[in-house]
């Protein structure tokens, strides 16, 4: 009975995964063409966080992130595409089993195979990722990477992605470690937004002088509304990530970031009309194949080895 309960766990964390991903897709799409004439992405923030906060505190409260990430994630896509922001964050697997393994949250054995398979999947799953990248890169900066700003550029827009990257990397893994001693992920997610917003507030504050939607052919209510759809898909996808990670570690979560890569270049594909090469389907299938062999690796791994918490909680020195 035990096995099948396992097994069943294990389906219902991929499944939900794989629909937060494409969840995360479709809001990056769903909100491209308004950061394209003006939103700015401080204002979009305070206002996703705050929504989250009042949906996730309920849930919370009756069941029991890292605002700079977004700053970033948000303000880099606003001058890249929403392909390329999704494309970005799959180089977060590797960052996060480097630093896993350096923390122990991650099993770490050079002679064992499991291993071994699990570095050659997430170099080809990171390698996917980036010549995914490289293929979507549009042949010339989009219209709205002109802007003077602090967030215009393209090249600005890419170093914005990568450090969103490295935040959501550490925060994954920051995750996991509060989690063991703290084991509600929604009180995390909301307390997160709650704060999240505060600062984001007080960065704009200081960045632009005022709290301020960013164009005039966008107005309160509009940034609202969308910011109401946004908040509810992030709140769905984060708070299941979450509890995901709780469940199954950070590197394993980590692993399915593909997945919004493939479903965003689909949608911007069927939205936006960005077409979809070749070689950029060959790009994917080495992300999934990556995938599935880090994936594979850990079920064995964890069938062979696993791993308990007081595991986790050694000093990493005597």
């Given at each position: 009975m035990r096995p099948l309960n396992h097994m069943l766990t294990n389906a219902f964390v991929i499944l939900g995964l794989v629909v937060s991903q494409?969840?995360?897709?479709?809001?990056?799409?769903?909100?491209?063409?308004?950061?394209s004439i003006g939103m700015n992405p401080l204002f979009?923030?305070?206002?996703?966080?705050?929504?989250?906060?009042?949906?996730?505190?309920?849930?919370?409260?009756?069941?029991?992130?890292?605002?700079?990430?977004?700053?970033m994630m948000i303000s880099g896509m606003k001058i890249t595409s929403p392909a390329i922001a999704s494309a970005m964050?799959?180089?977060?697997?590797?960052?996060?089993?480097?630093?896993?393994?350096?923390?122990?949250?991650?099993?770490?054995?050079?002679?064992?195979?499991y291993t071994r398979l699990k570095i050659l999947g997430n170099i080809v799953c990171i390698g996917g990722a980036v010549a995914f990248s490289i293929y979507?890169?549009?042949?010339?900066?989009?219209?709205?990477?002109?802007?003077?700003?602090?967030?215009?550029?393209?090249?600005?827009?890419?170093?914005?992605?990568?450090?969103?990257?490295?935040?959501?990397?550490?925060?994954t893994?920051?995750?996991?470690?509060?989690?063991?001693?703290?084991?509600?992920?929604?009180?995390?997610?909301?307390?997160?937004?709650?704060?999240?917003?505060?600062?984001?507030?007080?960065?704009?504050?200081?960045?632009?002088?005022?709290?301020?939607?960013?164009?005039?052919?966008?107005?309160?209510?509009?940034?609202?509304?969308?910011a109401l759809m946004s908040g509810a898909v992030n709140s769905a996808c984060l708070g299941f990530s979450t509890w995901s990670v709780k469940e199954k570690g950070p590197v394993f979560v980590c692993m399915f970031s593909p997945v919004q890569t493939v479903a965003s270049a689909i949608l911007t594909a069927v939205v936006l009309g960005q077409s979809i090469g070749l070689k950029s389907i060959v790009a994917m299938a080495f992300m999934f194949c990556g995938l599935y062999e880090v994936l594979w690796a850990k079920t064995k791994e964890e069938a062979a080895f696993p791993q308990t918490t007081e595991d986790i909680q050694e000093p990493l020195l005597p």
């Open positions: 494409v969840g995360t897709a479709a809001y990056m799409v769903y909100l491209s063409p308004f950061l979009f923030v305070i206002l996703v966080n705050f929504i989250m906060f009042g949906i996730m505190l309920p849930f919370a409260v009756i069941f029991e992130r890292a605002t700079l990430y977004q700053v964050p799959n180089l977060g697997p590797g960052i996060i089993f480097i630093v896993a393994v350096s923390l122990r949250f991650e099993r770490f054995d050079i002679k064992c195979w979507q890169n549009p042949s010339s900066p989009p219209a709205n990477s002109v802007d003077s700003g602090i967030f215009g550029g393209w090249f600005f827009g890419c170093i914005c992605l990568f450090g969103a990257v490295l935040m959501i990397s550490f925060s893994i920051m995750q996991a470690a509060t989690l063991i001693d703290f084991p509600a992920p929604l009180s995390l997610c909301a307390f997160s937004s709650l704060l999240g917003a505060i600062f984001t507030a007080i960065a704009q504050l200081v960045i632009d002088g005022k709290i301020d939607v960013g164009t005039s052919t966008i107005d309160l209510w509009d940034a609202i509304r969308v």
